[in-house]
């Protein structure tokens, strides 16, 4: 069974730095695209970016939103995704899940997600 | 890439059946046949009820299509139950190799 766990969540100022990590289960990370999605408060979803597998380079893409400010990891030891975000923002506050890209049913569609952790950027 | 765009919210009583679109470019909804859409309700994780425009994932029921025409898409939800009641999201690959998510669809059975 595939399961996805967020942690590492929290407040924070702006200018600030803050690291989620997404522990993976029942699979392996470095078979998937493992995308971030965000909901801010009282707003839709987000996607956030995405990294490939290291078959497939381990290429990055990002959201022009978060480009340059964040970056998207894996440690395969872990079995984990990692979300390293800088330069906070106030529009930066939200639900932050990690998700498998297209893992069970393809076409890029998101079916295993984790539960979400809460970054708060506030002063 | 901006988001897709949905309605904000559309109603329905008890048994009717309904249409969310999602409308986007060339470069995302038209290119690809790569649109899902989610059941997402607050605090939860969103649940995939479509994928690759009109296919459902083991375990989703019937009552939920999905169709594409030109750049715009739609799911269809037939029979309306009152814990349909919830937001509804689109979302496209793009021709960028990113994705692009909708604005989101508040659904009220009346």
């Known amino acids: 069974e595939v399961q996805l766990v967020e942690s590492g969540g929290g407040l924070v100022k702006p200018g600030g730095s803050l690291r989620l990590s997404c522990a993976a289960s029942?699979?392996?990370?470095?078979?998937?695209?493992m995308s971030w999605v965000r909901q801010a408060p009282g707003k839709g979803l987000e996607w956030v970016g995405r990294i490939k597998p290291k078959t497939e380079g381990a290429t990055t893409e990002y959201a022009s939103p978060v480009k340059g400010r964040f970056t998207i990891s894996t440690d395969d030891s872990e079995n984990a995704v990692f979300l390293q975000m800088g330069s906070l923002k106030t529009e930066d506050t939200a639900v932050y899940f990690c998700?498998?890209?297209?893992?069970?049913?393809?076409?890029?569609?998101?079916?295993?997600w984790g539960q979400g952790t809460m970054v708060t950027v506030s002063s | 890439q901006s988001a897709l765009t949905q309605p904000a919210s559309v109603s329905g009583s008890p048994g009717q059946s309904i249409t969310i679109s999602c409308t986007g470019t060339?470069?995302?909804?038209?290119?690809?046949?790569?649109v899902s859409w989610y059941q997402h309700h607050p605090g939860k994780a969103p649940q995939l009820l479509i994928y690759g425009v009109s296919n459902r994932p083991s375990g989703v029921s019937d009552r939920f299509s999905g169709s594409k025409s030109g750049n715009t898409a739609s799911l269809t939800i037939s029979g309306l139950q009152a814990d349909d009641e919830t937001d509804y999201y689109c979302?496209?690959?793009?021709?960028?190799?990113?994705?692009?998510f909708g604005g989101g669809t508040r659904l009220t059975v009346l």
């Open positions: 060339s470069s995302d909804v038209g290119f690809y046949d790569y």
């Open positions: 998700a498998a890209e297209g893992y069970s049913y393809g076409y890029h569609s998101f079916y295993d």
């Open positions: 979302s496209s690959y793009t021709y960028s190799s990113r994705v692009v």
């Open positions: 029942g699979f392996s990370v470095n078979n998937a695209w």
